[in-house]
């Protein structure tokens, strides 16, 4: 698996630096094992890129500070060092930051006792019927304390429904009539567009007013449109003021020709 680097940015309350850490030098974080098909590759990324490139980030603390996060794809989660790890299309977690030395052992994964948490969503998308998305992994992501999962099944191979949610009530999940996180700030909802120059049914994330989280390349474009409109609209005033001028002007040549100061009182 690709694996990205992940790691706190500060330890959890209580936590202490003296506490031995678990022996990982014959852990496998990644397997290298490649993406299993185009479409989900690119769905991966539209669940992750937007986030940096355009969220503002999850709601501020208590103090109104910003908070960090982490989206990433394709990244294992490991809840003990004894367990076999999940890895998910795309998860979310908040208040957590990317280590700076990426590619020490203990930062090229997701690690529970190193983040101090678990992530808050982690979605999966369904490509064949060996998954087990709505089988096995749901008791697993439950057992891993995972807050909302999410399982993207846009050709039906698991059943006719495409968008399966849960959000964790105890040691299990129950099903999302609304597919929002509050603590996020974010929910998930079908998208019928082109990205990437691939017109398909995608999964996108969206504010609580039900707009999408644009990617990079829709802000930049967007920020053109509004650019050019801007400069359309102040191309047309300048047009207005000289057409004005032109009938003042062609208006003050009347009065002058019946012999009417245009600039006189009478």
């Given at each position: 698996m690709v694996c990205v680097t992940v790691h706190a940015q500060t330890p959890s309350a209580g936590s202490s630096n003296d506490i031995e850490e678990p022996d990982i030098s014959g852990l496998v974080t990644e397997d290298d094992t490649p993406v299993d098909n185009f479409a989900s590759e690119k769905?991966?990324?539209?669940?992750?890129?937007?986030?940096?490139s355009?969220?503002?980030?999850p709601p501020p603390d208590q103090e109104g500070r910003p908070r960090r996060f982490?989206?990433?794809?394709?990244?294992?989660?490991?809840?003990t060092p004894k367990e076999t790890p999940l890895v998910p299309d795309a998860f979310l977690s908040l208040d957590v930051a990317l280590a700076l030395d990426i590619w020490e052992k203990k930062n090229r994964t997701y690690?529970?006792?190193?983040?101090?948490?678990?992530p808050e969503v982690v979605i999966e998308v369904v490509s064949n019927r060996e998954?087990?998305?709505?089988?096995s992994k749901v008791q697993r992501y439950a057992q891993m304390r995972i807050a909302y999962y999410v399982v993207w099944d846009p050709d039906e191979l698991l059943g006719t429904t495409k968008l399966h949610a849960f959000e964790l009530r105890g040691d299990g999940y129950v099903p999302m009539t609304t597919v929002f996180f509050p603590s996020v700030g974010l929910g998930l909802a079908p998208w019928t567009g082109t990205y990437e120059d691939f017109?398909?049914?995608?999964?996108?994330?969206c504010t609580p007013d039900g707009q999408?989280?644009?990617?990079?390349?829709?802000?930049?474009?967007?920020a053109a449109k509004r650019a050019e409109a801007e400069a359309r609209r102040a191309e047309a005033e300048i047009k207005?003021?000289?057409?004005?001028?032109?009938?003042?002007?062609?208006l003050a040549a009347k009065l002058r020709a019946l012999g009417i100061d245009p600039n006189g009182d009478g």
């Open positions: 769905q991966q990324r539209l669940l992750t890129e937007p986030l940096y355009t969220w503002s980030g982490i989206a990433a794809a394709n990244v294992g989660l490991f809840a690690l529970f006792w190193v983040m101090g948490k678990p998954g087990n998305e709505l089988g017109p398909n049914l995608w999964l996108r994330w999408v989280v644009l990617t990079g390349a829709e802000r930049a474009e967007a207005r003021a000289e057409a004005a001028q032109a009938r003042a002007e062609r």
